[in-house]
Every structure is written in C-alpha cells, then in structure tokens.
C-alpha cells in the first residue's frame, strides 16, 4: 500500500502451533516488524465491549496485513504487538475493504503476564 497511512513500525511476534516438552505447552515465536496506525479505542467502542471486558486496556490497529487472533478452542496464541514497552495479544483482524483505501482493522488486550523484549526488532 503506497499512500502511507501505516508509518510507524511496530514488533509483531507470531507464535508456531504449540507442542508439549517434558510436559509442559510451548511454542517458538518469530519477531517481526509491521507498518501500522495504532490508537486505544474510542469511549464509544469501549461502552459496545461487555461490562467486565471494560476496565482491560485495549488498543486497535489499521495496517495492510492480517494479523492472527487468538484461538482459544484451538489453544493458538494471538499475534502479539509490542506497544508503549507492553504486549498485547491480538483478539481480531477483520479486512475493510469497503474503500478505496482497504486495510486490515485489528484489536488487542493488553497481557497480564509480560513477555521478553522483541529480538532484533525495534518497537515502541
């Protein structure tokens, strides 16, 4: 996409399918960088979540690439971004491609636990 709207470049770190060592799950994981537009989300998409989902911080992003929501029947991890030095785990990617200017809209929980630092990606 040439028109620039997703200048910043963030860390995604998309996890491989999970695999059981010596008893316990684990998964190995590849940092990448992304070209996105990222913002928290508006006091009106905030009221439209459910009532106890309201006080976990959330963020949205607008990017030319679909990112990878969590799974939770599969047990498959969401893409992670790497924002304001937090992780937050992607819950969707849906394309809008109603426009001239067809993206991909995704949003993100905050993580409870924090995760190591990107590896050889910069990040904000």
């Known amino acids: 996409m040439g028109i620039g709207l997703f200048k910043q470049t963030y860390t995604i770190r998309r996890y491989a399918p999970q695999a059981i060592i ?3 799950a684990t998964a190995q994981f590849t940092d990448m960088p992304a070209n996105l537009n990222v913002q928290p989300l508006s006091p009106d ?3 439209a979540l459910p ?3 309201r006080t976990v911080k959330r963020i949205k992003s607008f990017g030319p690439g679909r990112l ?3 799974d939770e029947y599969a047990g498959t991890p969401g893409d992670r ?3 304001c030095g937090h992780w937050y785990e992607c819950t969707s990617s849906v394309m809008w491609g109603h426009t001239m200017l067809s ?3 995704s ?3 905050i993580l409870k636990e924090q995760e190591s630092p990107p590896q050889g990606v910069e990040g904000t």
């Open 51 to 53: 009532e106890g989902a």
């Open 107 to 109: 949003e993100f929980v």
């Open 22 to 24: 010596d008893g316990y």
């Open 45 to 47: 998409e905030m009221m």
């Open 103 to 105: 993206h991909y809209r």
């Open 81 to 83: 971004l790497h924002y």
């Open 68 to 70: 990878s929501p969590s």
